[in-house]
């Protein structure tokens, strides 16, 4: 197996990664193609009178009806990225991965086509466009990121590195831009991407399981190419380790819920899970920074049109820059690296005082959700500047922070709960986060008319809301202290 199985993981691994980096959050470079709708005089038709006094006669001008709209398909795209995790986790869960995988492709292909064949007179498709572009990209994602039980004890970098692919395909769009500026068509780019989904395909009957990769794997254990007429042996595989994790990491459950010597442990439903106060400030600490960062991300072209005083050139050159920046999948594994070197040697101590090591597994979390807190604190206070240099340094706290943030999500619920309950809770905590996204387009629209462009007020009660965010941490790690202090608490 190890001769011929660990090329085969490895060729996974890659072509998985291509696959997220190329394709499945392309949302996030949002700014680069607004730029060239803009350009296409995509909802030009509303501004009417209402363009503002930014602009000039070769630059794009601050029509607050155009960018409302705008705000508004990337307030619905960002919504539906989040909120369809929940019925597609289930999907994943259910019908296992080939399902998943053909579902994504059909989403992915037909809002490519669509956008392909948009124009400034059809631009209202783009509200059917946008989110189904996003269902395909976190499918795509959530088929991917259980890759990472092929590779062990290195199973939270694998899961960050997807996790920055993810956020780095937003570069795709800057390369559509780029291609546009040199005379390569919007249609002509989309209808590439659409027949890229030959490749998808291929690589989910080829290179991809039928069902699930177990964690941890069993003796033997094929899939893809290797896997032959083995299927039903890999799902009863599957089933009996999924299982035998679902018994092992019951110890994660809070300490009052946990079984005294001698009886035998139950397994836990999903529901208990999901209404577990570690769920739910899981909840908080997603909810606050991600909606930080769709606004900022649903904002940034005129908030740069803004600060650039409508200078079409210096808004290209920032909306490029901010792309560029973007190439989370460098920043994202060191998040990945961070929890598995703390969980190597929490494991070692537990194994000289006695303490549960999957307990401790949990402990290396409060590292990487502290930090992804305090760097998105550093990113909302540079944006709160209007100094337009200054936003070279947000774009980079800004990326760096997101790849934590998607990074750290994965990889707390993958340590924090069962694995077989992994699908539905990724979908719920997306779902209910999204809902909370919704809020964008109204402080959007706050920001836009009653405080006339100022958006301090709005940075600040941002700022206060990201401290909420690391009572999280905190009590995770307090958590962990009383299992270190009392280790008969989860015997």
Same mark, same amino acid.
């Given at each position: ?215 941890? !794997? ?27 994790? !679902? ?127 305090? !760097? ?116």
């Amino acid at each position: 197996m190890a001769g011929q199985g660990l090329p085969l993981h490895v060729a996974t691994l890659l072509t998985g990664l291509l696959e997220c980096l190329g394709f499945a959050g392309v949302l996030f470079g949002w700014p680069s193609l607004v730029f060239v709708f803009k350009n296409e005089d995509y909802f030009k038709e509303l501004c009417g009178q209402d363009a503002g006094p930014i602009g000039n006669a070769t630059g794009q001008a601050d029509c607050k009806a155009q960018d409302e709209r705008f705000s508004l398909i990337f307030t619905l795209g960002s919504f539906m990225n989040n909120f369809m995790t929940f019925p597609t986790g289930y999907i994943f869960d259910r019908f296992k991965t080939t399902v998943a995988r053909l579902i994504a492709i059909f989403f992915y292909t037909t809002a490519t086509l669509i956008i392909a064949f948009t124009s400034a007179g059809s631009a209202v498709l783009l509200f059917l466009a946008m989110p189904m572009l996003t269902i395909g990209g976190i499918l795509f994602l959530i088929t991917n990121l259980q890759i990472g039980n092929l590779f062990g004890q290195h199973r939270s970098t694998i899961i960050t590195l997807y996790n920055g692919a993810f956020d780095s395909s937003s570069a795709v769009f800057l390369i559509i831009k780029l291609l546009y500026e040199k005379g390569i068509s919007l249609k002509a780019s989309f209808i590439f991407l659409s027949v890229c989904s030959t490749w998808h395909v291929a690589r989910t009957f080829l290179l991809m399981p039928r069902g699930h990769i177990p964690y941890p !794997l069993p003796p033997n254990y094929s899939y893809g190419l290797c896997s032959g007429n083995g299927t039903m042996k890999e799902e009863k595989e599957t089933a009996e380790h999924e299982n035998g994790e !679902l018994q092992s990491k019951e110890v994660l459950s809070a300490k009052e819920e946990t079984p005294g010597k001698g009886q035998k442990q139950e397994p836990r439903s999903f529901w208990s899970y999901a209404l577990s106060r570690r769920f739910a400030w899981h909840l908080v600490w997603l909810s606050v920074i991600q909606l930080w960062h769709y606004l900022f991300i649903g904002t940034l072209n005129s908030l740069l049109t803004n600060m650039a005083g409508g200078d079409v050139a210096r808004v290209s050159t920032y909306t490029n820059a901010f792309a560029f920046t973007q190439f989370g999948v460098l920043c994202a594994p060191w998040n990945g690296l961070l929890m598995d070197r703390l969980k190597q040697k929490y494991q070692k101590e537990a194994r000289k005082t006695g303490s549960s090591t999957l307990a401790v597994a949990l402990c290396s979390t409060v590292p990487s959700l502290a930090l992804t807190s305090l !760097l998105c604190l550093g990113f909302a206070l540079c944006a709160s500047v209007p100094v337009l240099p200054l936003q070279y340094l947000t774009f980079i706290l800004q990326v760096i922070s997101r790849s934590f943030l998607y990074g750290s999500n994965a990889a707390f619920l993958t340590i924090a709960f069962p694995s077989e309950h992994f699908g539905k809770l990724f979908g719920l905590v997306m779902a209910l986060s999204a809902v909370v996204s919704l809020l964008q387009f109204p402080i959007f629209t706050l920001i836009k008319g009653p405080l006339q462009n100022d958006p301090f007020y709005v940075n600040v009660m941002f700022m206060l809301a990201i401290l909420l965010t690391f009572v999280h941490p905190f009590l995770v790690y307090r958590e962990c202290r009383t299992w270190k202090e009392t280790p008969s608490a989860i015997a």
